[in-house]
């Protein structure tokens, strides 16, 4: 019989930036890990210690729903590890806590197909929680071998997508962001450019992302006389800005590799060469109800920069040269 623990107690030892954010998976399942942990997810026994008293037992196995009994102790999630390819998740599947188990995912052992890595654990874990998610909300179950096939498709997507090999992750500059409150249904907005100085043309790419849609919403375009690469990346974050209202997105978390123009926006501080676009950027940003803006490292953003660089390298000028 196994204990089944309240919902997540933090422990202060537990390293956010290496456990949750630093996690090679999309930005979708970096929150998803950071609820988790959080004890955010509408969990049946988090439903619960707010006061609904609904039934809101684990759908599988009608014992109290903890974000610990979801992802590991469940009998249908005890399957489903068995059935991933792992060398052994005999420590994993012993764990007493979310954090000891997120500890523990960097040292799990992928068998072949080569290719895939630990980040296998974090796509398990989210398929876990749509399995449960479309057992209770649709009705429709999804058996073990379904759910780690979804969670190898997703690795290999989400490989495919980051096409530019990343060097190792710098640190983040922005610490403090990692405990500020977010929506939970916040979209992850992501935009970069690529400029040529000789051609005065800059390829711009976006990326939008959040927990509803099947796949993430992408776009690029190229545009003629830019005079800098600081206007480009204004203009990158500008056409994110409209492609995201397009969307119907409201909460958007934007992020771009460019820290002088986020710095800039954040103190509303315009040059004037950026005065116009940067203009546009504050009106169209009042028009949703959650908006914050942040750098971050370039490794981070090269989806969004493949989309640039493609966007210049195809621009009609670009393939008459
Ligand atoms: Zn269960």
Known sequence: ????????????AFNWHK??????????????????????????ANLQARGLTANTNCPHCNAPETALHLILHCPYAQQ????????????????DSIQHALNLAPTLVCLPPKGITTELFSWLCWNLWTARNR????????????????????VREW?????????????????PLYHAPLPPDISFCNSDASWSRQSLQAGLGWILDNETL?????????????????????????ECLRAAQTAQITKAWMRSDSQLLIK??????????LFGVLMD?????????????TFIPRAQNSGADSLAKSALCNSPSALLN
């Not at 099947?214 to 500008?238: K, Y």
């Open 135 to 154: 057992l209770i909300f649709e009705n429709g179950g999804t058996s073990h071998a379904a759910v780690v096939t979804n969670a190898l498709v997703n």
């Open 214 to 238: 099947p796949h993430a919403l992408f776009g690029s375009s190229c545009c003629n006389h830019v005079t800098s690469p600081f206007l480009a990346e204004a203009l990158a974050i500008r």
């Open 19 to 44: 456990n949750v954010w630093s996690v090679k998976t999309a930005p979708k399942i970096n929150l998803f890990l950071w609820r988790l942990v959080q004890g955010a997810l509408p969990l049946g």
């Open 1 to 12: 019989m196994i204990d089944e623990s309240p919902p997540a107690v933090i422990h202060h």
């Open 264 to 273: 800039a926006i954040n103190s509303k501080t315009y040059p004037m060469e």
């Open 80 to 95: 489903v590890w068995e059935l991933a390819p792992f060398k052994s998740t005999t420590a994993l599947l012993n764990s």
């Open 281 to 293: 950027i504050e009106l169209l940003s009042s028009t949703f109800a959650f908006i914050l803006f």
């Open 159 to 175: 490989n495919q997508a980051q096409k530019i090999p990343s060097p190792p992750r710098p640190t983040p500059t922005t610490a």
